[in-house]
């Protein structure tokens, strides 16, 4: 049977499994988007963990947040990072537009593990997954942010790397066949004849343009949002905040991340 805990928010009271680490407002959220059963992957749980490292890590550095709080912070998102905790971003991935469920769910996983390190119980709110684990940022940059690294990550490491495989693949069929003859079908019918190596050289030809127009997004998708805060203002955020994190996030990645 399972056990639950009373946790409290600006909302009221929710029932959350005892065991878990989210909270509130993530609990929630699962009972607001019984949508698709569908959920975030790795790649996007992987990059919110190192937002929030590298907030709580630059907002120390900054003065503004306890050091022993952040160090705590640090450690409980490397292990969201690491994958850790997979298990309890439980929110369903069609939910409101900003995301801010998801971006809640990651606060309060690291808000509730980094209280357990500092020795507290979870939802004691020892550590705060507003004011502490999103200090200085908004679901309004993060999950875009969050977006923009997952994605140039994969392409990255991923998916220009299968595109020149598939390309090379290609390429060599070409050779192969080059003296192979076959007809050509337009219109349903058969045409001119072609050499099969021709063909495939076509293939790997759109394969390369394919591989140009992913390379072509890289630069934009480097720019980051995080430090923008919920209208793009930098509002509530400290002028030095965006560059030391994201800077962070550069160095952690070795992607070209930039403000």
Do not use: C
């Amino acid at each position: 049977m399972t056990e639950y805990r009373i946790e409290r928010d600006s909302m009221g009271e929710m029932r959350v499994p005892a065991n878990a680490y989210y909270g509130a407002q993530t609990a929630r959220a699962v009972e607001n988007f019984p949508i698709s059963g569908l959920r975030f992957p790795r790649e996007f749980i992987r990059s919110l963990g190192m937002i929030k490292k590298a907030a709580a890590e630059t907002n120390a550095e900054l003065g503004l947040l306890d050091p022993r709080v952040a160090e705590a912070i640090a450690t409980a998102a490397q292990e969201v990072i690491d994958g850790r905790w997979d298990d309890q971003f439980v929110v369903d991935i069609f939910q409101t537009g900003s995301g801010t469920s998801t971006n809640m769910n990651a606060n309060e996983v690291i808000a509730n593990r980094a209280t357990e390190i500092l020795g507290g119980e979870r939802g004691s709110k020892l550590v705060h997954p507003n004011d502490h684990v999103n200090m200085g940022q908004s679901s309004n940059d993060v999950i875009p942010t969050a977006i923009r690294m997952a994605a140039l990550e994969s392409i990255e490491r991923r998916l220009i790397p299968a595109l020149q495989k598939l390309e090379a693949a290609l390429a060599a069929k070409a050779k192969e066949f080059d003296r192979i003859i076959k007809i050509g079908r337009t219109h349903l019918m058969d045409a001119t004849p072609i050499r099969l190596g021709q063909e495939f050289g076509g293939y790997a030809s759109m394969v390369a343009h394919g591989i140009r127009r992913v390379q072509s997004v890289r630069e934009h998708l480097a720019e980051l949002p995080l430090g923008g805060t919920a209208v793009g203002t930098g509002i509530n955020t400290h002028p030095e905040f965006a560059r030391r994190a994201i800077a962070r996030l550069a160095a952690w990645t070795g992607l070209p991340f930039r403000e």
